[in-house]
């Protein structure tokens, strides 16, 4: 009788997740295309601004990064803990000028039941400001419309 109980609680569980439907990178550029996103413009050259997003995926615990530099993008993936059902991030930096980038950031929770989201596309944001003022001072940070 047990067995066919937990049998049951799992195919519901199986059931209720496979609804929910899971978030993927084709999601994330999608959010992107349509201009959906934060978006922060940083005082520094295209070069730093991609090196200290880098540090700040990996940081945050990104199982892996992966550099699209001629798109522009650099896309992450975040594995469960705890309440966080795992996380899937896009971080776009483009240059604006010789020393401006703009970066946009989209994160989306892997199971949308997720009680919580390992980076949120602010908290990217933050930890990219402070990544950048570490290494060179003080940094000029402008919200920006997507």
Avoid at 5 to 17: E, G, K, N, R, Y
Avoid at 40 to 49: C, F, G, H, I, L
Avoid at 117 to 141: C, D, H, M, Y
Wanted: aromatic share 6%; net charge neutral; proline share 3%.
């Amino acid at each position: 009788m047990m067995i066919r109980i937990v049998s049951l609680a799992l195919v519901l569980l199986a059931t209720l997740l496979g609804a929910t439907g899971c978030a993927s990178m084709s999601d994330v550029t999608r959010a992107h295309a349509n201009n959906n996103g934060t978006v922060a413009v940083y005082e520094v050259d295209e070069a730093r601004a991609w090196q200290a997003s880098k540090e700040v995926l990996k940081a945050a615990g990104a199982e892996a990064v992966e550099e699209k530099k001629e798109e522009h993008a650099m896309y992450a993936s975040f594995d469960p803990a705890g309440f966080e059902g795992g996380t899937v991030f896009g971080a776009w930096i483009e240059p604006v000028d010789a020393t401006h980038v703009r970066v946009t950031a989209v994160s989306k929770r892997k199971y949308q039941l997720s009680l919580a989201t390992r980076l949120t596309e602010t908290g990217f944001q933050e930890n990219l400001a402070k990544s950048i003022a570490a290494s060179r001072g003080p940094v000029t940070t402008t919200a920006a419309k997507p």
